[in-house]
């Protein structure tokens, strides 16, 4: 029996904790953190990444400001497992693959490493005016999106064409200041030509469309593309999963994991790889299947286990279905029911998810919080629709933020909040969601603000910017705020349940799991050769009680 392989996660980035890797592994090392962790998920700010806080990988080389490969080895002397994360669908324009591209245009190796918008909806739409294929409305019709707006980068070649490039994601062009004595330099323009052109040029905000010429129209394209010639991009661009060479990419990162001493690898944005002309390109099926089954086989071969990340309702019933092709599951059910729970002051919910759980046998990792955000989107057909409304009004009321798919404000995606602040920034409220957690099937993973009890962060939200509500429950703590927070009795107590979890040998794969509800309280009991674990959660006093009866 392998107690460990349901043991508890950390889950941080890099500069949660004191500003480097080496600071959380200061941390770890601390007497009131032993014993309470079996792994680690290190978010992918670990790697070359430059947005999106490491969602947009460079590449998978450490991120020499944040990690060293000492500092893996460190949590390696500490028993401590790593679970990283590998991003199938896309990666970063400033990727050597898309740099290649813009180089080399047409002679490029990596042309159809990524995909070409153009080519992939050849004889499935019409040209429009600026150069790329409307699909017809019975394709748009059954496309999923992220943002308004067709998911497409115009990307302009060596020769000067616009080739379009599929952009699921995040996307921005910036053309940089022009100077006069550049435009004098490089197309031989009279100075007072060439200032007068910049100066307008500056004043319109560097945007090229809207740069009016004046006396100075004679010019006009052949400024216009030298601007254009001299525009930077930023986003992640989709991967071209029929392309060997992308295959080759997907190996390569795997054998590169498996370097550093991964043990589980979080497959990030699979679910949007596959796509096909006539599909939803979001969890076709069976290209989803056959792409998990494929990059799982590989994984194998390193010796690495995969946990596919996919955000879907509970009605549509996809961890299901990831459950019987044999995969770990995401519970992003939980938080939620959680917190529904304490609102209606029973766990009629929460018991009816965790009995199906253990009747089907599905492996899960679960939570409270994380970098993310409260999963909503996914317990549409477990709760009824009046729940899961109130749950979104409680949220926002104690502080949260709600950020809707790309405007559609009947489509609920998730609330950022910390999981204190959900909570009301009540400690007896947190500890009762920690414990019940540490007696849910599966493997816990905690995010490191809840452990320290964090509140929502608006400083962060406001520093960030426009789109950075997410940075509500992504505080970086100093090494000061973490030696205060351990003082704390709410943090003490969350740290003896995560040793409880990660030691007791109750808490195994083997165990039998029952429980039982009557009126508000719930109790659970794992039970197995080693003793038993019990719980006894009041929703409405709020009140729990954890016994430990080991045999000798």
Not at 148 to 167: A, H, Q, S, T
Not at 301 to 319: C, D, G, M
Not at 518 to 527: F, T
Not at 533 to 546: M, N, Q, R, V, W
């Amino acid at each position: 029996m392998d107690n460990k392989s349901n043991g508890t996660l950390l889950n941080a980035y890099c500069d949660s904790m004191g500003g480097t890797l080496a600071d959380i592994v200061s941390v770890l090392k601390k007497k009131e953190f032993e014993n309470t962790f079996d792994a680690f998920y290190i978010l992918p700010s670990i790697f070359n990444s430059d947005l999106d806080r490491g969602f947009s990988l460079i590449s998978y080389d450490l991120n020499e400001s944040l990690a060293s490969e000492e500092d893996i080895e460190e949590l390696k002397k500490l028993n401590i497992r790593l679970m990283m994360d590998f991003v199938l669908n896309h990666i970063s324009v400033l990727s050597p693959q898309f740099q290649d591209i813009l180089k080399n245009g047409d002679d490029s190796k990596y042309r159809d490493f990524f995909i070409d918008w153009n080519r992939f909806w050849e004889g499935c739409g019409e040209m429009t005016e600026e150069g790329y294929i409307k699909p017809d409305e019975k394709y748009l019709s059954k496309m999923f999106f992220r943002k308004d707006g067709l998911p497409i980068l115009m990307v302009r070649f060596p020769d000067g064409r616009e080739v379009p490039y599929w952009n699921t994601f995040y996307q921005a062009v910036r053309y940089p200041e022009v100077d006069p004595y550049e435009l004098v330099r490089d197309l031989g323009l009279q100075y007072a030509a060439a200032a007068d052109i910049c100066s307008a040029f500056n004043a319109a905000g560097r945007d090229p469309e809207k740069l009016v010429f004046g006396r100075w129209e004679k010019y006009k394209d052949q400024v216009l593309d030298y601007i254009r010639s001299r525009r930077t991009y930023l986003g992640q661009m989709d991967l071209n999963i029929k392309s060997d060479l992308v295959w080759d990419y997907y190996r390569e990162t795997l054998a590169r994991l498996a370097s550093y001493g991964t043990s589980i690898v979080r497959l990030d944005a699979f679910a949007y790889a596959p796509k096909e002309p006539g599909e939803r390109n979001f969890l076709n099926d069976p290209g989803t299947w056959d792409l998990l089954e494929k990059v799982a086989g590989i994984a194998h071969t390193h010796n690495l286990t995969v946990l596919p990340e996919i955000h879907a309702s509970y009605e549509e019933k996809i961890y299901e279905t990831l459950a019987e092709k044999g995969y770990m599951v995401y519970d992003f059910f939980l938080p939620g029911l959680l917190i529904d729970a304490f609102e209606r002051k029973n766990g009629t919910y929460l018991k009816q998810w965790m009995d199906e759980i253990t009747e089907k046998k599905i492996r899960t990792v679960n939570m409270l919080g994380c970098h993310d955000g409260i999963p909503l989107l996914d317990l549409k057909g477990l709760l009824p629709e009046e729940s899961i409304q109130n749950l979104i009004r409680v949220t926002v009321d104690r502080g949260g933020y709600v950020k809707d798919l790309h405007g559609a404000k009947n489509v609920y995606y998730q609330v950022n909040a910390t999981y204190y602040s959900a909570l009301g920034e009540s400690d007896q409220r947190m500890l009762m969601a920690r414990a019940l957690q540490m007696f849910m099937p599966g493997r816990p993973q905690v995010w490191y603000l809840d452990l320290f009890a964090g509140k929502n962060d608006y400083e962060g939200m406001r520093r960030a910017g426009e789109g950075g509500h997410k940075e509500i429950n992504r505080t970086n703590l100093t090494k000061e705020q973490i030696e205060e927070a351990l003082k704390k009795n709410v943090v003490q107590k969350q740290l003896e349940m995560l040793r409880m979890r990660n030691t007791c040998p109750v808490f195994s794969e083997d165990a039998e799991i029952t429980s039982e509800l009557n009126g508000s309280e719930m109790h659970i009991v794992w039970k197995n050769a080693y003793g038993t674990a019990e719980l006894t959660a009041d929703f409405e006093k709020e009140t729990y009680s954890i016994d430990l009866n080991i045999n000798d």
